[in-house]
């Protein structure tokens, strides 16, 4: 009982110590960055949005963001910008407008969806429109190597650039995650996994039969799962997951422009062998081929060959102990925790774990850098980790005996009023609590997953 309060009595000012960061009232006096250089490699939406909040709380800051893309990418997939990330773009008045002014909407989800590339081409006009006195953008400029002791970094254009406070927002293939694991191993414990799962994203131009905002299902023997999703201003963007075992860069029998036509033809099919229950078919409801539709699929050339030449992307399972260096470095974003795309909160975890560091910078009384980064990665890693875990919820549903064993936990929760994706969206309840409720299922994921995992080599 004693033990049960103490408990308890921990688990109230956990939530007070998260209620008090959450707060985003304007800071009015000085914070730890203030009049200071923060150099954020990565002008992805994390780096864009930790530019966004720090400025607003203190313009004083001189932020650079480097980046080292440039044009459009041609088969960008979208991103959905569901609750968790439209709460927190919206501590900075505007934002959350301005990101999603270019989207358009999954009706059966009713979230907006980015082009990840429209997102941070609006998120970076917003930045400079608001807060170019104290932002700056490069664009093209890529972070070639880190001095962590003079605190410095080289770029590709040889420019050397001293900073106060680095920030690691260069995603899950992070250069300066890298050398940091590779210079301290003892201090950053990395568990850097991929699934097995590739991804590519195809552009298709507006289809004479699919619906503005559908959300329809792939099937067909080459992938294991993809969707037909809505892209602004106008068309669909498919996004195809394929295994080891069906191909590496491309999905299994895919090697021509004509081959990837034919197979998306097929895959759009509104009936298909694949997935026909044969209980169904049995009692004659389900009839496999003879009821397949033929959908006239339109595509566009340069997207079809650049799908076929693009390298496929992977699923990450990252997780490290540590988000900071010293007084002077921090990780954001991807580069310190990601995971499969399947629930979604990928970015909205990097926000949420962003938010919390701004939070810590904006600094107590005699707090210094050391000890606020230290509260950062104390508090962020808390989260962040819990996310990353429930991400594995992916396994419950790979193969029908696993199903049959994580049906009733899913029920039990959903009884219980506490179903996963409700508590998802319900921006109230912290990650944590979500796994903690989530405890039997995702112990039974993590299990699979393990057995299937690859390590992560560079
Ligand atoms: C298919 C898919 C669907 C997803 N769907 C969702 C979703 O619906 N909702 C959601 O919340 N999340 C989703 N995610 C996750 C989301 O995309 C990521 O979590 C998010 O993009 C992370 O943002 P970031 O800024 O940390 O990193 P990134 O978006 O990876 O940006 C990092 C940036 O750093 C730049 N960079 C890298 N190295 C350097 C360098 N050395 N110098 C300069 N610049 C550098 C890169 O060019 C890049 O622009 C999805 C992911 C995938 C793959």
Not at 34 to 59: C, E, I, R
Not at 166 to 186: T, Y
Request: hydrophobic content about 40%.
């Amino acid at each position: 009982m004693m033990m049960l309060k103490k408990g308890c009595c921990s688990l109230l000012l956990l939530l007070g110590l998260v209620r008090g960061l959450a707060s985003t009232s304007p800071s009015t006096g000085k914070t730890l960055v203030s009049g200071k250089k923060v150099v954020v490699v990565g002008g992805g939406p994390v780096g864009l949005y930790f530019a966004a909040l720090m400025s607003q709380k203190d313009p004083t800051v001189q932020i650079e963001i480097l980046e080292k893309r440039t044009g459009k990418s041609v088969n960008a997939f979208g991103l959905g910008v569901g609750h968790r990330m439209q709460n927190r773009l919206n501590d900075i008045p505007g934002l959350c407008e301005k990101a999603i002014e270019i989207s358009a909407t999954v009706e059966s989800l009713n979230i907006p969806l980015v082009d990840r590339g429209d997102l941070t081409r609006q998120m970076s006009s917003f930045v400079l429109d608001k807060f170019g006195s104290n932002c700056q953008l490069a664009l093209g400029e890529e972070c070639d190597s880190v001095d962590f002791e003079n605190k410095s970094i080289i770029t590709n254009t040889g420019r050397t650039i001293q900073y106060d406070l680095l920030l690691a927002a260069d995603g899950v293939n992070s250069k300066i995650r890298q050398k940091l694991v590779e210079k301290e191993p003892e201090t950053f414990q990395e568990q850097h996994y991929l699934e097995n799962s590739h991804w590519k994203a195809l552009s298709l131009p507006k289809q004479p039969d699919i619906g503005k905002g559908s959300f329809k299902p792939l099937r067909h023997p080459s992938i294991a799962s993809g969707r037909v999703l809505p892209k602004a201003p106008e068309g669909h963007v498919l996004l195809l997951f394929w295994r080891d075992e069906h191909g590496i860069d491309n999905p299994m029998g895919i090697e021509t422009t004509e081959d990837l036509k034919q197979m998306i033809t097929d895959a759009m099919r509104d009936k298909n062998t694949r997935g026909v229950n044969p209980l169904r078919k049995l009692l004659g409801l389900e009839q496999g081929d003879s009821h397949k539709s033929d959908r006239v699929v339109v595509f566009e050339e340069a997207a079809l060959e650049a799908f076929i030449s693009q390298r496929a992307g992977r699923s990450h399972h990252l997780k490290i102990n540590q988000y900071h260096y010293q007084d002077s470095v921090a990780l954001i974003g991807d580069s310190a925790h990601a995971m499969n795309s399947l629930l979604g909160q990928g970015c909205a975890t990097g926000l949420e774990s962003t938010h919390t560091l701004v939070q810590c910078l904006l600094g107590e009384e005699e707090t210094t850098m050391e000890k606020a980064l230290s509260r950062y990665t104390e508090l962020a890693t808390k989260e962040a980790h819990a996310m990353t875990e429930l991400s594995l919820i992916n396994y419950a549903i790979k193969g029908p005996l696993t199903i049959l064993k994580a049906l009733p936990l899913i029920l039990l929760n959903m009884l219980r009023g506490r179903g996963l994706l409700k508590r998802l969206v319900d921006i109230s309840v912290p990650f944590s609590q979500i796994a903690k409720e989530n405890k039997s299922l995702l112990k039974m994921c993590r299990r699979k997953f393990e057995k299937q995992r690859r390590a992560f080599a560079n």
